[in-house]
């Protein structure tokens, strides 16, 4: 059964960091572009960033400069690297599979919280 566990959430001051990280259990996960969404309360789910296949990266204006997404295929796992906090930052953050081929399945993780609080 495919599984993506998030971990590394939590509470954190304004100016703070933390890393995500996703363990995939996916057939060829290198080939997947993986990507990190967050959703805060009230708010639509919105894509913060994704890294591809050959490990190029993209992220939302909001969290440029301050994120870092990266991928170990050797361990199946993508991290966000998370730093200067912000309030705004607040959400339940997913960890996404992206298939390279639409006959391919597409897989979501469960979310984990990340808390920006004074």
């Known amino acids: 059964q495919v599984q993506l566990v998030e971990s590394g959430g939590g509470l954190v001051q304004p100016g703070g960091s933390l890393r995500l990280s996703c363990a995939a259990s996916?057939?060829?996960?290198?080939?997947?572009?993986m990507a990190w969404y967050r959703q805060a309360p009230g708010k639509q789910r919105e894509l913060v960033a994704h890294?591809?296949?050959?490990?190029?990266?993209n992220y939302a204006d909001s969290v440029k400069g301050r994120f870092a997404i990266s991928r170990d295929n050797a361990k199946n796992t993508v991290y966000l690297q998370m730093n200067s906090l912000k309030f705004e930052d607040t959400a339940v953050y997913y960890c996404n599979a992206r298939p390279p081929s639409i006959t391919w399945a597409e897989y979501w993780g469960q979310g984990t919280q990340v808390t920006v609080s004074s």
């Open positions: 890294i591809t296949s050959i490990s190029r990266s």
């Open positions: 996916i057939s060829k996960f290198s080939m997947y572009t």
